[in-house]
């Protein structure tokens, strides 16, 4: 009985924590389609600054790809992005690469900071913090870089 209770809690939580993931997306992209140029969307995501911002990437009717960033909170676009004149997030850790060399990559996410996308890149440094470090959509330098000391 309780191995029973134990396992349907977990399907429970499992469940829970993946709708709350996924929790908005359908809407983002909703919004996305009915907001801005897009008429294709290839996937949904969720970056969560000071608030969470979805960010859709597709394709207008023409082909150009786009990324729209969302508030859905105040069913708002925020800003949509050409994708043409943009490194991608490989050119961008590439880029990175080169710049931190003795670096241990983690992550690359599109992000929204003080009103501007953004590539989060999150690694562990020389000094072994964890590091979330921002640069613009072309490939520059974000002033802004948060690093953690990691406990051993």
């Not at 970056?47 to 859905?72: C, M, R, W």
């Not at 994708?83 to 990175?96: D, K, V």
């Not at 913090?129 to 406990?151: C, E, I, P």
Request: aromatic share 12%; glycine share 6%.
């Amino acid at each position: 009985m309780v191995l029973l209770l134990g396992f349907s809690f977990l399907v429970w939580m499992y469940t829970s924590i993946s709708h709350d993931r996924e929790a908005g997306q359908t809407e983002a992209e909703a919004l996305a389609l009915a907001e801005t140029d897009l008429a294709n969307v290839e996937n949904v995501s969720t970056y969560n600054g000071n608030i969470p911002i979805h960010i859709v990437k597709g394709s207008t009717e023409n082909g150009t790809e786009q990324l729209a960033f969302l508030d859905l909170s105040e069913k708002k676009v925020l800003k949509v992005e050409d994708m043409s004149g943009q490194i991608s997030p490989e050119a961008m850790r590439q880029q990175w690469q080169q710049s931190c060399a003795s670096c241990q990559f983690k992550d690359i996410q599109y992000g929204y900071e003080e009103q501007e996308p953004v590539f989060q890149l999150t690694y562990i440094d020389e000094q072994n913090r964890y590091v979330f470090d921002y640069f613009t959509l072309s490939g520059d330098n974000f002033d802004q870089r948060f690093a953690f000391k990691r406990t051993q």
